[in-house]
């Protein structure tokens, strides 16, 4: 018999379920999608009312965590039930939002001590423990079905937004384009419409720099920087001969043979590595050296980075 057919012998629609063995049955089956835990009404809809509630409670079996909230089982929530908790317990029309967004939409290599809830400013709301609220006239729209969850896109720039620092703020525009759960041509318009953020320049520069790649920098950036840390003027995109044909490298100082080669935010991906390390490898037994820089950062250390690579020229100059 399926899940859904056990389901239906329990289901008897606006009658109480006087069998505890049947409500519990029903339960744990409610429960199963939101990581232990079920809404009242969604009880109520299928025969167990206040009463039947309060007497699980009363022995045990069923714990109270919020209003609106039943942990089936266990007291004890997982990451899963904690997200519905807080969708439920936060007012009407709440939907998960940045970091909480993208762990929801499959994210890994990333933690947070808060679940982010955005919902109409318009509506009334109420103080979880361990719920961030964030009240917008107009949220962003559920994305998806499952958990109520804006779309990633948007997420992505409400968690770069909201981050403690810069360097996370770059960590989590990275995260979900490298582990594709979305695009950075998404990511992108989703910014274009973002008129007032407090680190909104620094954001344009890191979102140029994942879309795309070193390019964003600008010419001159580069330069600027070298100038700053008493490097003398750089050849830009020079242009060598590698075994197949032209190679343009982005910096260079061709008195020393020292060559910069910026990394874009796109090649950690795919097969971007193997490339670039076939290409550093010809200039290296084509006698140069070469110092690789990833552009984030430049944006994030690029007072770290400019000193290894004056290093590095000084070294040669003595040679």
């Not at 720039?157 to 403690?164: G, N, P, R, V």
């Not at 990275?174 to 620094?202: A, N």
């Not at 580069?222 to 020079?238: D, I």
């Amino acid at each position: 018999m399926s899940a859904d057919a056990e389901m239906s012998r329990y289901v008897v629609e606006g009658r109480p379920l006087t069998s505890g063995a049947d409500r519990r049955a029903i339960a744990v089956y409610l429960a199963a999608d939101c990581g232990g835990v079920v809404h009242r009404l969604t009880l109520a809809r299928h025969g167990i009312d206040r009463f039947g509630v309060r007497n699980e409670v009363a022995a045990g079996r069923w714990f109270k965590v919020g209003r609106h909230t039943v942990a089936v089982g266990s007291p004890e929530l997982s990451p899963i039930a904690l997200r519905w908790r807080a969708v439920w317990e936060s007012g009407s029309g709440s939907r998960l939002d940045g970091v909480s967004a993208l762990l929801a939409g499959g994210m890994t290599g990333f933690t947070s001590p808060v679940i982010d809830v955005s919902l109409p400013a318009r509506n009334r709301h109420h103080r979880v423990e361990g719920v961030r609220l964030h009240l917008p006239r107009a949220p962003a729209p559920v994305a998806t079905s499952g958990i109520p969850r804006v779309a990633v896109e948007v997420a992505t720039i409400h968690a770069a937004q909201w981050a403690a620092s810069h360097r996370q703020a770059t960590l989590l525009i990275c995260l979900p384009l490298q582990q594709r759960l979305t695009t950075p041509t998404r990511v992108e318009l989703v910014w274009r419409g973002v008129e007032r953020s407090t680190r909104h320049t620094f954001l344009s520069a890191v979102i140029g720099d994942v879309t795309n790649g070193a390019h964003s920098l600008g010419e001159l950036d580069f330069a600027r920087m070298a100038r700053r840390a008493g490097l003398p003027e750089p050849t830009r995109q020079a242009v060598r001969q590698g075994p197949n044909g032209r190679v343009y490298l982005d910096v260079a100082w061709d008195d020393v043979g020292l060559v910069v080669e910026i990394d874009g935010g796109h090649h950690a991906l795919a097969l971007n590595p193997v490339d670039d390390a076939l290409r550093q490898n010809d200039r290296v037994v084509a006698g140069e050296n070469v110092i690789r820089i990833p552009v984030l950062g430049l944006r994030l250390k690029p007072t770290a980075f400019m000193r290894q690579v004056r290093r590095a020229y000084d070294r040669l100059c003595r040679c």
